[in-house]
């Protein structure tokens, strides 16, 4: 194996100025400056240094944007959550509204109802009324017949003549009004 030492050093026989070029970490020396050299006349650092302002400007644009879009979401879900706490009241109104109609609408079923069985049950005594006025009506004719019978079959028995017709008459006319009551 080969010693660093050996590879490093100058080779034998080289003494002054000739060891200096020998040497190898002087022209690893020399390829640094020059390499710095190149850099420096390209202006490496510049761009470089503008490279990574560029790049913070964009992260700087980026977290800002990203700022924008927090503050825009939260916007937006403020603006959801009273969308929807309206939606839930407007829900509560509605269902509310509903059970109100619904008690009313109850209330006046049963009016209607009592409404009905009132005016049925009018119709019905009404109805019962006119049926014993008729049965009433019925009687006093029937009783009014049997009683023009009976007397006409009386006056027919007991008169004769002129005074028959005269008291048949009268009692004719007397049925008449009767009747007519």
Same mark, same amino acid.
């Given at each position: 194996?080969?010693?660093?030492?050996?590879?490093?050093?100058?080779?034998?026989?080289?003494?002054?100025?000739?060891?200096?070029?020998?040497?190898?970490?002087?022209?690893?020396?020399?390829?640094?400056?020059?390499?710095?050299?190149?850099?420096?006349?390209?202006?490496?650092?510049?761009?470089?240094?503008?490279?990574?302002?560029?790049?913070?400007?964009?992260?700087?644009?980026?977290?800002?944007?990203?700022?924008?879009?927090?503050?825009?979401?939260?916007?937006?879900?403020?603006?959801?959550?009273?969308?929807?706490?309206?939606?839930?009241?407007?829900?509560?109104?509605?269902?509310?509204?509903?059970?109100?109609?619904?008690?009313?609408?109850?209330?006046?079923?049963?009016?209607?109802?009592? +409404?009905?069985?009132?005016?049925?049950?009018?119709?019905? +005594?009404?109805?019962?009324?006119?049926?014993?006025?008729?049965?009433?009506?019925?009687?006093?004719?029937?009783?009014?017949?049997?009683?023009?019978?009976?007397?006409?079959?009386?006056?027919?028995?007991?008169?004769?003549?002129?005074?028959?017709?005269?008291?048949?008459?009268?009692?004719?006319?007397?049925?008449?009004?009767?009747?007519?009551?």
């Amino acid at each position: 194996m080969v010693e660093t030492a050996q590879l490093t050093a100058a080779p034998e026989g080289a003494t002054g100025v000739g060891a200096f070029f020998a040497d190898p970490t002087t022209w690893a020396g020399v390829g640094l400056i020059l390499f710095i050299a190149v850099v420096l006349w390209r202006r490496v650092p510049g761009q470089i240094a503008k490279s990574l302002d560029d790049r913070s400007e964009r992260i700087a644009d980026e977290l800002q944007n990203a700022e924008s879009l927090r503050v825009e979401a939260e916007k937006k879900l403020v603006e959801a959550e009273q969308r929807r706490a309206a939606a839930d009241a407007e829900a509560r109104a509605i269902i509310e509204e509903a059970r109100r109609e619904a008690a009313e609408l109850a209330v006046r079923a049963r009016e209607q109802l009592a +409404e009905t069985i009132s005016r049925r049950e009018r119709m019905a +005594e009404e109805r019962i009324a006119r049926a014993e006025l008729d049965a009433t009506r019925d009687v006093r004719m029937a009783a009014v017949d049997a009683a023009s019978k009976a007397a006409a079959a009386l006056i027919t028995d007991k008169m004769t003549g002129a005074a028959l017709e005269t008291q048949f008459d009268a009692s004719l006319d007397a049925v008449r009004k009767a009747l007519t009551r």
